[in-house]
């Protein structure tokens, strides 16, 4: 009753005293504390545990006991000071509060009186300045009075002497006062509902008509200068139509782009005829002559007319790109005129000439009138830069300097160059041609490449730089770069996409052919060994499947797919920066990287198999032996030695020539230690039956090969490496089971509870058939096995509920409630001593 009392009267403590986490964090940082008694999260039950780990403990309680009273003496006298010091703080507060509402009230007073005194000073300024008010705004209306008869003193009189000026031809001064005409007539606007303002409209009629009589004019000053039938030029330039040029920009904008467009038209006749369709110099052998004809134009242009039209309207500009859509419309035409007769070479010819002048007007001018309404809006130019812009033909180191450039991470932009496209863009159709003898190309060096395997056989390894990449695969890529960048010049749209799926279609056959094609064929014999002709085997015999030479061309062919799929990553990275940004999605090389992924565990695979048919024959002579007359434990068996011998012929060479991609040889060893240990075992459960020194002597051979395996990744290497811990862990794992086996084998199975608990506590394996295994390789007769097995499957834990019957057991520790009552019953020996 006592204790149900104590336990009721902790339940309601600790309700009273419980916080919430936010105060519980305050206090812990105003009183940060190590000892477990101020925690939150207080358990008394593992605090006693920490007090009294063992029963041994139990012997100082006394003196625990005793610090834990001197404790709580400390506390209540803590509380007890801080309960009296706080009898007088209410009183202390009230007076505090007092005094504080006494300072408000002052300071209150105080901001009123400067509240007061600052609205007097502001009445006294408004008065002061009043005056200086009112002569400011006579000074301002008197300003605008005065400008206002000057415009209109220039209105009446403007109007007379700009008539005059027009009959006369005087464009400077009509260019001048014009502006200064309508800039009145703008002025005046927001004053016509004064009477006598409105009228004034009879002047701006006349200047309305002034103004268009101006038009007329110089469009018919400017067609007797430049009539347009005819090539030759009876006119030319002169200061009357410099001067027209200039009252042009004051007159209505489509005046200004009439004379831009007469002008240019007639200054591009002559090409029109030089490079008509029936021309020889029209097709695209001979394209350089059109660029070379436009470039004495624009310097012809530039002697002669440059200074008579305004530097504002860019007519250099405007000539070149006029030039080019008339360039890129007859190219159009001819071409499609001419397809059959278009070559490949032919039209890397043309582009390469057309993107170069494409990159020299980007030079020469902004390109801002390629937006202008007075000139036909070019297509867009598409996002991705052009490594050609500035290169010679044949020029191969500076184009790759410009793709290495392009290979720097950073987001992509817009291109430099305004006029990219310009002209090129009509030749995008037919870039078919190019596709398709880049197509053929390909075709081409994947057979070359494999005619060179054939012949040349694989290539040498350096032991010290690690197994060696197909020079083919670099061939390749590079060929692949080649093709990208160019055609990157060349257009940014379903080209590119086109070209992708022409790389994605010789990467497979690359990856099939060249090194799928050449792996090593497994033989299907088992090699034919007896037990007495591998148990005379001779240190350093062949028994491998494959030669040293085979296994360095697995290793090889493994080095080059893992070079390739990482390529093959960053070419479809690069495909996608420079293809347009609506196309990207449907640049795909997944299947590609799958398939030399695959070719990557098919080595590492062929590389297994092979060292693990090797080991058969030894591990089944193991199986053979006769165990249980084997009379005295010696040195590790002749099976182990073959192993061993066939791991270190293997292994080195492996490890060699996969040393750049090292984590295909850790992969090797994960996949040769999960092949080999449970095939191990297999043969273990067939060594039956075991005499005790025949397992002690297999208990020997386990360990060896443990310790073989442990030290594979750098076995017969100078440099020791530790193992993985990946590995490790799997042959730990393996080979502790196997010793497991052999020391259940070795124990006696008399008396049988004990043989069964033991067996229980070494291997935790539920599994009644890997028990009966055992119990033939001690050599129990059926008979003896029945009873043994039904106090096997007697002695097995139960497993919780829900759980699955697996085969390997697990102990379950103590429940929470099994704790609580060791708990109490340490409880009640406490409060007895005490």
């Given at each position: 009753?006592?204790?149900?009392?104590?336990?009721?009267f902790?339940?309601?403590l600790?309700?009273?005293?419980?916080?919430?986490?936010?105060?519980?964090?305050?206090?812990?940082?105003?009183?940060?504390?190590?000892?477990p008694?101020?925690?939150?999260d207080?358990?008394?039950?593992e605090?006693i545990?920490?007090l009294?780990?063992?029963?041994?403990?139990?012997?100082?309680?006394?003196d625990?006991?005793?610090?834990?009273?001197?404790?709580?003496r400390?506390l209540?006298?803590?509380?007890?000071?801080?309960?009296r010091?706080?009898?007088?703080?209410g009183?202390?507060g009230?007076?505090?509060?007092?005094?504080?509402?006494?300072?408000i009230?002052q300071?209150f007073?105080?901001?009123?009186?400067?509240?007061?005194?600052a609205?007097k000073?502001?009445?006294?300024?408004?008065?002061i300045?009043?005056?200086?008010?009112?002569?400011?705004?006579?000074?301002?209306h008197?300003?605008?009075?005065?400008?206002t008869?000057?415009?209109l003193?220039?209105?009446?009189g403007?109007?007379?002497?700009?008539?005059?000026?027009?009959r006369?031809?005087?464009y400077?001064e009509?260019?001048?006062?014009?502006?200064?005409?309508v800039?009145?007539?703008?002025?005046?606007q927001?004053?016509?509902g004064?009477?006598?303002?409105?009228q004034?409209?009879?002047r701006?009629?006349?200047?309305?008509?002034?103004?268009s009589?101006l038009?007329?004019q110089i469009?018919?000053d400017?067609?007797?200068?430049f009539?347009?039938q005819?090539?030759?030029?009876?006119?030319?330039?002169?200061?009357?139509?410099?001067d027209a040029?200039l009252?042009?920009?004051v007159?209505?904008?489509?005046?200004?782009?009439?004379i831009?467009?007469?002008f240019?038209r007639?200054?591009l006749?002559?090409y029109l005829?030089l490079?008509?369709?029936?021309?020889?110099?029209?097709?695209l052998?001979?394209?350089d002559?059109?660029?070379?004809?436009?470039?004495?134009q624009?310097?012809?242009y530039?002697e002669?007319y440059?200074?008579m039209?305004p530097?504002e309207?860019?007519?250099?500009e405007?000539?070149a790109?006029?030039?080019?859509h008339?360039t890129?419309?007859e190219?159009?035409k001819l071409?499609r005129?001419?397809?059959?007769?278009?070559?490949v070479?032919l039209?890397l010819?043309?582009?390469q000439?057309?993107?170069n002048?494409?990159?020299?007007?980007?030079?020469?001018?902004?390109g801002?009138?390629?937006?202008?309404?007075?000139?036909?809006?070019?297509e867009?130019p598409?996002?991705s830069?052009?490594?050609?812009?500035?290169?010679?033909p044949?020029?191969e180191?500076?184009?790759?300097?410009?793709?290495?450039?392009?290979?720097?991470?950073?987001?992509?932009?817009?291109p430099?160059?305004?006029?990219?496209?310009?002209?090129?863009?009509c030749?995008?159709?037919?870039?078919?041609?190019?596709?398709?003898?880049?197509?053929?190309?390909?075709?081409?060096?994947?057979?070359?490449?494999?005619?060179?395997f054939?012949?040349?056989?694989?290539p040498?390894?350096?032991?010290?730089e690690?197994?060696?990449?197909?020079?083919?695969?670099?061939?390749?890529?590079v060929?692949y770069?080649?093709c990208?960048v160019?055609?990157?010049q060349l257009?940014?749209g379903?080209p590119?996409?086109?070209?992708?799926?022409?790389?994605q279609?010789y990467?497979?056959?690359?990856?099939?052919?060249?090194?799928?094609g050449?792996l090593?064929?497994?033989s299907s014999?088992?090699?034919?060994l007896?037990i007495?002709s591998?148990l005379?085997?001779?240190?350093g015999?062949?028994?491998?499947k494959?030669?040293?030479?085979?296994?360095?061309?697995?290793?090889?062919?493994?080095?080059?797919a893992?070079?390739?799929?990482?390529?093959?990553?960053?070419?479809?990275e690069?495909?996608?920066?420079?293809v347009?940004?609506?196309?990207?999605?449907?640049?795909?090389l997944?299947?590609?990287?799958d398939?030399?992924?695959?070719?990557?565990?098919?080595?590492?695979q062929?590389l297994?198999?092979d060292?693990?048919a090797?080991?058969?024959?030894?591990?089944?002579?193991?199986s053979?032996?006769p165990?249980?007359n084997v009379e005295?434990?010696?040195?590790?068996?002749p099976?182990v030695?073959?192993?061993?011998?066939h791991?270190?012929q293997?292994?080195?060479?492996i490890?060699d020539?996969?040393?750049?991609t090292?984590?295909?040889f850790?992969?090797?060893c994960i996949?040769?230690a999960?092949?080999?240990?449970?095939?191990?075992?297999n043969?273990?459960?067939?060594c039956?039956?075991?005499?005790?020194?025949?397992a002690?002597q297999?208990?020997?051979?386990?360990?060896s090969?443990?310790t073989v395996?442990?030290?594979?990744p750098s076995i017969?290497s100078?440099v020791?490496?530790?193992?993985?811990?990946?590995y490790?862990?799997?042959?730990?794992?393996?080979?502790?089971?196997?010793?497991?086996?052999?020391?259940?084998?070795?124990?006696?199975?008399?008396?049988?509870?004990a043989f069964?608990?033991?067996?229980?506590?070494?291997?935790?394996?539920?599994n009644?058939?890997?028990?009966?295994?055992?119990?033939?390789m001690?050599?129990?007769?059926?008979s003896e096995?029945s009873s043994?097995?039904?106090?096997?499957?007697?002695?097995l834990?139960t497993?919780?509920?829900g759980?699955?019957g697996?085969?390997?057991?697990?102990f379950s520790?103590?429940t929470?409630?099994?704790?609580?009552?060791?708990?109490?019953?340490?409880?009640k020996l406490i409060k007895?001593?005490?």
């Open positions: 009753a006592m204790e149900e009392e104590e336990l009721e902790a339940d309601e600790e309700a009273i005293l419980h916080l919430t986490p936010e105060v519980q964090l305050a206090i812990e940082q105003v009183f940060p504390s190590q000892d008694l101020d925690r939150a207080f358990n008394a039950v605090y545990n920490t009294f780990p063992t029963e041994q403990s139990l012997a100082n309680i006394d625990v006991v005793n610090k834990i009273r001197l404790k709580i400390r209540d006298d803590n509380i007890r000071t801080v309960v010091g706080q009898t007088n703080v009183q202390d009230r007076l505090a509060l007092e005094e504080a509402q006494k300072a009230q300071l007073g105080k901001i009123k009186d400067i509240k007061d005194k609205e000073s502001e009445q006294m300024v408004k008065e300045t009043r005056d200086i008010k009112q002569l400011d705004h006579a000074k301002r008197l300003t605008t009075s005065i400008t008869l000057n415009h003193h220039m209105l009446a403007g109007v007379d002497s700009l008539e005059a000026m027009t006369r031809r005087q400077g009509v260019a001048n006062l014009l502006q200064g005409v800039n009145v007539l703008e002025h005046f927001k004053y016509m004064i009477p006598q303002i409105r004034l409209s009879e701006t009629h006349r200047v309305k008509a002034a103004q009589e038009g007329t469009l018919a400017f067609e007797e200068a009539p347009s005819g090539s030759k030029r009876p006119g030319g330039p002169s200061n009357v139509l410099r040029c009252v042009a920009n007159l209505d904008p489509r005046i200004r782009q009439e831009i467009k007469k240019i007639q200054h006749s002559e005829v490079f008509q369709e029936n021309q020889d110099v029209a097709w052998d001979k394209i002559r059109r660029y070379a004809w436009i470039k004495r624009l310097v012809d530039e002669k440059g200074k039209f530097a309207w860019c007519m250099t405007r000539v790109v006029e030039f080019c008339i890129r419309t190219l159009a071409m005129a001419r397809a059959r007769e278009i070559e070479k039209l010819f043309a582009i000439r057309t993107t002048f494409e990159g020299l007007l980007a030079k020469r001018f902004t801002s009138t390629l937006s202008d309404a007075a000139g036909k809006k070019p867009p598409p996002p830069t052009n490594p050609f812009l500035e290169d010679e044949g020029s180191d500076s184009v790759l300097e410009k793709e290495e450039e392009l290979e720097r991470p950073k987001k992509p932009k817009a430099d160059n305004p006029f990219h496209g310009i002209v090129s863009k030749f995008e159709p037919h870039l078919y041609v190019y596709i398709e003898s880049q197509d053929k190309n390909l075709g081409e060096l994947i057979d070359r490449f494999v005619a060179d054939r012949a040349q056989g694989p040498k390894v350096n032991s010290e690690g197994g060696a990449v197909l020079p083919s695969c670099a061939d390749l890529f060929y770069k080649k990208m160019q055609c990157s257009s940014t379903e590119m996409i086109a070209l992708s799926t022409i790389f279609k990467l497979r056959e690359y990856a099939w052919k060249i090194l799928s050449n090593p064929k497994t014999s088992s090699g034919g007896t007495s591998l005379k085997e001779k240190e015999s062949e028994v491998a494959f030669t040293v030479e085979e296994l360095c061309l697995i290793c090889s062919i493994l080095s080059t893992e070079y390739c799929l990482a390529t093959t990553q960053q070419l479809e690069k495909l996608k920066e420079k347009d940004k609506s196309l990207a999605e449907r640049i795909n997944t299947g590609e990287m398939t030399f992924s695959t070719v990557i565990s098919n080595s590492i062929l297994v198999q060292l693990d090797a080991c058969d024959p030894a591990l089944s002579a193991m053979k032996m165990w249980q005295h434990v010696g040195d590790q068996s099976y030695t073959s192993v061993i011998m791991i270190k293997n292994v080195p060479v490890r020539n996969l040393a750049s090292r984590k295909y850790t992969q090797f996949k040769f999960n092949s080999f240990i449970p095939k191990f075992i043969h273990l459960f067939r039956k039956p075991i005499s005790m020194v025949g002690e297999l208990l020997l051979d386990t360990h090969l443990k395996l442990l030290d594979l017969g100078q020791v490496r530790k193992a993985p811990a990946s490790t862990k799997i042959v730990v794992k393996g080979m502790t089971r196997a010793e497991m086996i052999l020391k259940v084998v070795m124990a006696p199975h008399e008396p049988s509870v069964v608990d033991n067996y229980i506590k070494l291997l935790a394996d539920g009644p058939e890997t028990f009966q295994k055992i119990l033939d001690k050599g129990l007769k059926r096995q043994v097995l039904e106090l096997f499957r007697q002695r834990p497993p919780p509920s759980a699955d697996g085969s390997s057991l697990s520790t103590p929470p409630e099994q704790e609580s009552s060791r708990i109490r019953k340490l409880e007895k001593r005490l």
